[in-house]
Nanobody, 121 residues
Framework: VQLQASGGGLVQPGGSLRLSCAAS????????IGWFRQAPGKEREGVSYISNIDGSIYYEHSVKGRFTVSRDSAKNTVYLQMNSLKPEDTAIYYCAATSISTMAASEYDFWGQGTLVTVSS
């Protein structure tokens, strides 16, 4: 079971990026998919998740209104659209899969390798 996060890069403050989380060998729709990030020198934090049960969505308060998580079942991909990016959003972003709707990292069974997002002028 592998998850592949992609779409990171260098962007100026106020810019946008769309991260993708794709999977081989299993269907993402069967799992809640979470996005996490880890900035240099900081602990990993949960950013957002989308439920596999009722489609409910959670956003960490600092990204609410700027980030949007969504699924494309036909492409077996989950996206994290990130708008109005700030320097404090700079981090390695990871996607992960779990069978329950939670932002607790310990409950996630499968993790992608991470993609680096750098917000800088």
């Amino acid at each position: 079971v592998q998850l592949q996060a992609s779409g990171g890069g260098l962007v100026q403050p106020g810019g946008s990026l769309r991260l993708s989380c794709a999977a081989s060998e299993f269907t993402l729709e069967a799992y809640a998919i979470g996005w996490f990030r880890q900035a240099p020198g900081k602990e990993r934090e949960g950013v957002s998740y989308i439920s596999n049960i009722d489609g409910s969505i959670y956003y960490e308060h600092s990204v609410k209104g700027r980030f949007t998580v969504s699924r494309d079942s036909a492409k077996n991909t989950v996206y994290l659209q990130m708008n109005s990016l700030k320097p404090e959003d700079t981090a390695i972003y990871y996607c992960a899969a779990t069978s329950i709707s939670t932002m607790a990292a310990s409950e996630y069974d499968f993790w992608g390798q991470g993609t680096l997002v750098t917000v800088s002028s």
